[in-house]
């Protein structure tokens, strides 16, 4: 049985920060890029940064870039978003998703397990 387990969200204030987590079982992460998307209600799940399976290339949306940091370790089957200076619009569920194609993909098609996702909200 595969699962992943996202963790870590919550309410935070614009400027302020929140680190996500991913857990997985059923699975070893390093045979995996990760990709984290995100979910406003009404849009389309949207790509926010992918790592590969070796943690050696990453990749990110542009409107994190710059506040937003991926990492995975491998020794403990977890990948982590450290997401800083939150914006109003980064408001969604969040999602990490597992890639067998090992490079780490903007598109959604490719990601074969998905976590259930956690609720980031930035607001006053």
């Known amino acids: 049985q595969v699962q992943l387990v996202e963790s870590g969200g919550g309410l935070v204030q614009p400027g302020g920060s929140l680190r996500l987590s991913c857990a997985a079982s059923g699975l070893t992460l390093s045979n995996y890029a990760m990709g984290w998307f995100r979910q406003a209600p009404g849009k389309e799940r949207e790509f926010v940064t992918a790592i590969s399976w070796s943690g050696g290339n990453t990749d990110y949306a542009d409107a994190v870039k710059g506040r937003f940091t991926i990492s995975r370790d491998n020794a403990k089957n977890t990948v982590s978003l450290q997401m800083n200076s939150l914006r109003p619009e980064d408001t969604a569920v969040y999602y990490c998703?597992?890639?067998?194609?090992?490079?780490?993909?903007?598109?959604?098609?490719?990601?074969?397990?998905w976590g259930q996702g956690t609720q980031v909200t930035v607001s006053s």
């Open positions: 998703a597992a890639d067998a194609y090992g490079l780490g993909s903007r598109a959604r098609y490719v990601y074969s397990y």
